[in-house]
């Protein structure tokens, strides 16, 4: 069964938007991802589009993490979690967000989550060993 006129429409935003994220036009991808989403919410969307779904909401949440909106960026992440809940990208995202700002038992949840579904994840292994020594450093500190 062919996809309908929507659908393709709906496929067309998203490659658009993916063009755009790499090209660096964030603003533009950003405005294409919002289109994005707001279709998939709309449109009771199937459960194998779970996955560009939660791309989407992940790349638009890199956008707000660029321009210093942590928390805005936090809440994508969390949607493309919730979108898809076995996407490690947006559990190591969300983490170095909340390391950033301090809030290292969470970070180090969203760490231990991106291990547990992927082992190989170099990144999420090196930044959950700087999370847990800066921890132990602010502990020693009494902050």
């Known amino acids: 069964m062919g996809r309908d006129s929507t659908g393709e429409a709906a496929e067309g935003l998203l490659s658009a938007a993916h063009a755009q994220f790499e090209g660096r036009r964030h603003d533009r991808a950003e405005d294409l991802y919002s289109q994005y989403i707001h279709y998939c919410a709309s449109s009771g969307m199937s459960k194998h589009l779970c996955h560009d779904l939660a791309t989407a909401l992940n790349n638009r949440g890199q956008i707000k993490y660029l321009r210093v909106e942590f928390y805005e960026a936090m809440d994508d992440y969390t949607s493309a979690i919730e979108a898809q809940p076995d996407f490690e990208i947006p559990y190591y995202n969300r983490g ?44 020693r500190r009494g902050y």
Do not use: H
């Open 96 to 139: 170095l967000i909340l390391y950033r700002l301090g809030v290292f038992d969470e970070a180090l949840k969203d760490f231990r989550k991106v291990l547990e579904l992927n082992p190989k994840f170099e990144d999420a292994s090196l930044s959950l060993r700087q999370t847990l020594l800066d921890k132990e450093d602010k502990l």
